[in-house]
T-cell receptor, first 114, second 115 residues
C-alpha cells in the first residue's frame, strides 16, 4: 500500500481557511486520494476523494498537485466543530476489480481556536 | 437511515472471557469492515467482507479473533479468550462497493475494556 505523510498537528483560528497538506510521493496511477476525519469520541467520517482533478463538495475542497505526489485538503472557513484528526489515505482502484480497503495512517490533529 | 449500528457501546469483561461485538450495516451496503483503534497502534483494519464473504483477514491479530457475516444485515467479531491487550475501541463500517467513491460509513464503535 502506498504511504502518505501528514503533519502530526496543526492549529487554525475560527472562520479562517485551513490547508491540510499530504505527501504521497509513491502514488500510483490508479490510486485514489481519500480524506476522512475523526471527531472526538466518534468513528471516522468521509470528507472527500479525488483522482487527478481538484474536487469540491459541501464539506471541503481537495487540491491535487499536477504530478499527484501531494494534495491539500482545504476547509474554507474553519469552525470549532472542525476540530478533529484528518486522515489522508490512498486507495488502489486496480487490484482485482477494485479493493475498497482503506489503510489509515496517524493523520493530522487539527485544533481550532475561537 | 439509522446508520451503522454497533452493540454493545461499552463492554467490560475479565481476562479469559469470550466477547462478542455486533454490527448491523446500512441497508443495501455490500461491504463490511471491522477496525480496531488504540492510542499505540492507531486505526487498524482487522477484516473486511464483500457480499458476506471474507476478502481480507490479514489484519486479524491472532486465532483468538474471529469474524462472521451470516447475512447482509449482521456481522459479529468474537474474541475468545480475551486478554487485557485487546482493550480498544472497535469500529464497524459499511459501504456500497459499486459506488465510485467507495465511501465507508462508520458506526459509533464499541469500547472494550478487558481487566
Amino acid at each position: 500500500d502506498a504511504k502518505t505523510t501528514q503533519p502530526n498537528s496543526m492549529e487554525s483560528n475560527e472562520e479562517e481557511p485551513v490547508h491540510l497538506p499530504c505527501n504521497h510521493s509513491t502514488i500510483s496511477g490508479t490510486d485514489y486520494i481519500h480524506w476522512y476525519r475523526q471527531l472526538p469520541s466518534q468513528g471516522p467520517e468521509y470528507v472527500i476523494h479525488g483522482l487527478t482533478s481538484n474536487v469540491n463538495n459541501r464539506m471541503a475542497s481537495l487540491a491535487i498537485a499536477e504530478d499527484r505526489k501531494s494534495s491539500t485538503l482545504i476547509l474554507h472557513r474553519a469552525t470549532l466543530r472542525d476540530a478533529a484528526v484528518y486522515y489522508c489515505i490512498l486507495r488502489d482502484e486496480l487490484v482485482g476489480g477494485a479493493t475498497n480497503k482503506l489503510i489509515f495512517g496517524t493523520g493530522t490533529l487539527l485544533a481550532v481556536q475561537p | 437511515d439509522a446508520g451503522v449500528i454497533q452493540s454493545p457501546r461499552h463492554e467490560v469483561t475479565e481476562m479469559g472471557q469470550e466477547v462478542t461485538l455486533r454490527c448491523k450495516p446500512i441497508s443495501g451496503h455490500n461491504s463490511l469492515f471491522w477496525y480496531r483503534q488504540t492510542m499505540m497502534r492507531g486505526l487498524e483494519l482487522l477484516i473486511y467482507f464483500n457480499n458476506n464473504v471474507p476478502i481480507d483477514d490479514s489484519g486479524m491479530p491472532e486465532d483468538r479473533f474471529s469474524a462472521k457475516m451470516p447475512n447482509a444485515s449482521f456481522s459479529t467479531l468474537k474474541i475468545q479468550p480475551s486478554e487485557p491487550r485487546d482493550s480498544a475501541v472497535y469500529f464497524c463500517a459499511s459501504s456500497w462497493r459499486a459506488a465510485s467513491s467507495y465511501e465507508q460509513y462508520f458506526g459509533p464503535g464499541t469500547r472494550l475494556t478487558v481487566t
